[in-house]
């Protein structure tokens, strides 16, 4: 049985980033295991949590993969450790648009875990304790969550301090840290949030190594580790597929700095499945592994690294065969853009006739999505739970062949032989049997291929 512990906010900007990490950083820099978990469909965060603490970082979404996996995914993602951090999402209530579900307060009470409260508190004094109160005293419908303590964030000065911790003991709350301003700890950040660790680089490593050195100046640890509750036994997620194909096809994962938006549970699955997974960078590698039959291309930033991608014309003409040969390839987002004829005028794969663009508006939001057009690892009909979050545009919008309808029923994405592209992100833990499908159709391929 591990102990959980939920880093939450009042709101997106109060820092409950810069203290999850920093906790996470400063109890294994101490000889903690620690397990890291971010609320909702986030690929950015996990990537500092996972330099933290040494583990992957991995998600928990009731919304993508149901309520009833929530538990045991991170149970199977603390094996082996001795506490496991789980960072919110905006807004302690904030979920799903409507109804809250997927919000850090629906995703503590299925844990039964404790809220560690992270609260900005530049221009407020006493009202802290009203804050407090709302938050604490906060019932949505399905039960209220025990926040156990509070980490002050940006606070002014020693006075300010104290006043603080008066307002919060009004209300019966202990105050477990208290950070001071800390203009200097900057992680940069663009369009879609912060940028991401893998292409931060030594840079994403000395903030880590901030955040760790402020937390463990400032919070209390012990009393932080002491909260902790241990989750209630039950099942552990497990990768394990009932049928895993023989012969292990190899199946190409896109990683490196450009395709940075993905699961653990992914490669995992694909595993479990038979496959070879074999991780390949479309900015340095010029070739798709020997014996490809499948590939799976994730998001991510690749408009950040239009001229290296569109160079390597060696992989993108590999990608463009390997999807003309009718091998299964599965394109979320990022990869959609790499499919695509066109970046911004930068060439891509030409796989798909549409060319995509940079817009300066942001669609995000979860997806109750239909497919529209069967592919090998999945039937049209099919529904699924997914997101999108991008800064882009393709045109056209959607193939003749359209991979998804939701907003109402439009036609969205491309289907293609083996090929399925789309804004759509999924998560892989919430359809198992995909992803043993996928797999089957790249054993398939490659039986066609000897």
Partial sequence: MVAALVVAAPASGSGKTTVATGIMAALARRGTAVAPFKVGPDYIDPGYHT?????????????????????????????????????????????RV????????????????????????????????????GFRCFDPGDGPVEIAGVVLNRVGSPRHEAV?????????????????????????????????????????????????ALVAAHVD????????????????????????????????????????FGYAE?????????????????????????????????????EEHLGELSANASLRAAVAALAGSGAPVLA???????????L??????????????????????YRAAVALSATPWRPAGARVAGHEFHHCAVTPRAGAAPAWAWRGGEPEGFVAGGVQASFLHTHPAGDPDAVTAFVRAAHARAGDRR
Avoid: K
């Fill in 98 to 133: 409507g109804d809250g579900h997927g919000s850090t307060a629906h995703v503590a009470r299925l844990l039964g875990a404790p809220v560690l409260l992270v609260v900005d508190a530049r221009g407020q004094s006493r009202s802290l304790a009203a804050l407090l109160h």
């Fill in 332 to 342: 979320e987002c990022g990869g959609l853009l790499y499919l695509c004829a066109d």
């Fill in 51 to 95: 330099l933290a603490a040494g583990r992957a970082g991995r998600n928990l979404d009731p919304v993508l993969v149901g309520e009833d996996r929530i538990a045991p995914l991170l149970r199977h993602g603390s094996a082996g450790t001795d506490v496991a951090v789980v960072e919110g999402v905006m807004g302690l209530f904030d979920g």
């Fill in 221 to 260: 640890l012990d009393a932080v580790a002491a909260l902790a509750r241990p989750v209630a036994p039950g099942p552990v997620w497990d990768p394990v597929v009932a049928a895993p194909v023989a012969g292990e096809p190899v199946v190409a994962v896109a990683g490196g700095a450009a395709f940075t």
């Fill in 266 to 302: 992914h490669t995992e699955l694909l595993a479990a499945a038979g496959a070879q997974v074999v991780v390949v960078d479309p900015l340095r590698d010029e070739e798709l592994p020997d014996g490809c039959a499948g590939l799976v291309l994730g998001g991510g930033f690749p």
């Fill in 344 to 365: 911004d005028g930068a060439p891509m794969c030409g796989v798909l006739a549409g060319s995509a663009s940079m817009t300066g508006r942001l669609t995000l939001g």
């Fill in 164 to 212: 603080l911790r008066a307002a919060a003991e009004e209300v019966g709350l202990a105050v477990l840290g208290a950070l001071p301003r800390h203009d200097g700890l900057v992680v940069p950040s663009r369009h879609l949030g912060l940028v991401p660790a893998a292409e931060h680089g030594a840079a994403a490593r000395a903030a880590v190594d901030a955040m760790a």
